[in-house]
C-alpha cells in the first residue's frame, strides 16, 4: 500500500470549512484513498473514500488532484465536535486486508 | 442497533497474568480486526480472521492469541509473553468482496488495558 504524508496539526475556525491535505506520490492506479477520523479515546470513524473521482456525503467531501498524487478532504461547516485526528489511508479494497494507520492530522476546531 | 461492541472499555492486568478482550458484532461481516494503538501512534494490526476457525498473524502478533468460533466474535488474549501490554486495542470488522464499500472496515470504542 501506498505512504501517505499528513501534516501533523492544524487549527480551524468553528463554521469555517477544514481543508485536511494528504500526500499520496506513490499511488498505483487500483489504490482507493480512504479518510477515517478518530475522537479522543474512541475507535477511527469511517468518513469517505474514493478512487478517482470527487466523493460526497453527509460528513465531508474528497478532493482527488487529476494525477491521484494528493487528495484533501473538506468539511464544510466545522463544529467544535470535529475536533479529532483525521488519517488518511492508500489500499487496494481486496486481498490485502490491513489498513496502514500513520499519525495523522490532528485538527482542532476553535470556537 | 447494528454494530461493533468491545468491552470492557477499561481492563488492569496484573504481572504474568493473562487477559481476554471481548469483541462482537453485529453486522453480518465475515472478516474481523484487531489492532493496539499507543500514545501518539497510528493503529498496528495484531491479528486479522477471514472466516470461522482461521485467522492470520498482523505485524505484531507476537504475546497475543485469538480465536474464532463464532462469525460474531473474535476475543483477543493478551498472555504474559507480551512484555509491554499497556494499550488502547481496538477491533473492527468488514465484509469481504470486490468493491470498495465491501471492504469498508468499521471500528468498535476500544479497550484500555493498564498494567498494575
Known amino acids: 500500500d501506498a505512504k501517505t504524508t499528513q501534516p501533523p496539526s492544524m487549527d480551524c475556525a468553528e463554521g469555517r470549512a477544514a481543508n485536511l491535505p494528504c500526500n499520496h506520490s506513490t499511488i498505483s492506479g487500483n489504490e482507493y484513498v480512504y479518510w477515517y477520523r478518530q475522537i479522543h479515546s474512541q475507535g477511527p470513524q469511517y468518513i469517505i473514500h474514493?478512487?478517482?473521482n470527487n466523493e460526497t456525503n453527509e460528513m465531508a467531501s474528497l478532493i482527488i488532484t487529476e494525477d491521484r498524487k494528493s487528495s484533501t478532504l473538506i468539511l464544510p461547516h466545522a463544529t467544535l465536535r470535529d475536533t479529532a485526528v483525521y488519517y488518511c489511508i492508500v489500499r487496494v479494497p481486496q486481498g490485502t486486508y490491513k489498513y496502514i494507520f500513520g499519525t495523522g492530522t490532528r485538527l482542532k476546531v476553535l470556537a | 442497533d447494528g454494530g461493533i461492541t468491545q468491552s470492557p472499555k477499561y481492563l488492569f492486568r496484573k504481572e504474568g497474568q493473562n487477559v481476554t478482550l471481548s469483541c462482537e458484532q453485529n453486522?453480518?461481516?465475515?472478516?474481523m480486526y484487531w489492532y493496539r494503538q499507543d500514545p501518539g501512534q497510528g493503529l498496528r494490526l495484531i491479528y486479522y480472521s477471514q472466516i470461522v476457525n482461521d485467522f492470520q498473524k498482523g505485524d505484531i502478533a507476537e504475546g497475543y492469541s485469538v480465536s474464532r468460533e463464532k462469525k460474531e466474535s473474535f476475543p483477543l488474549t493478551v498472555t504474559s509473553a507480551q512484555k509491554n501490554p499497556t494499550a488502547f486495542y481496538l477491533c473492527?470488522?468488514?465484509?469481504?468482496?470486490?468493491?470498495?464499500?465491501?471492504?469498508?472496515?468499521?471500528f468498535g470504542p476500544g479497550t484500555r488495558l493498564l498494567v498494575l
Open positions: 473492527a470488522s468488514s465484509s469481504i468482496g470486490q468493491g470498495s464499500y465491501q471492504e469498508t472496515q468499521y
Open positions: 474514493g478512487l478517482k
Open positions: 453486522l453480518n461481516h465475515d472478516a
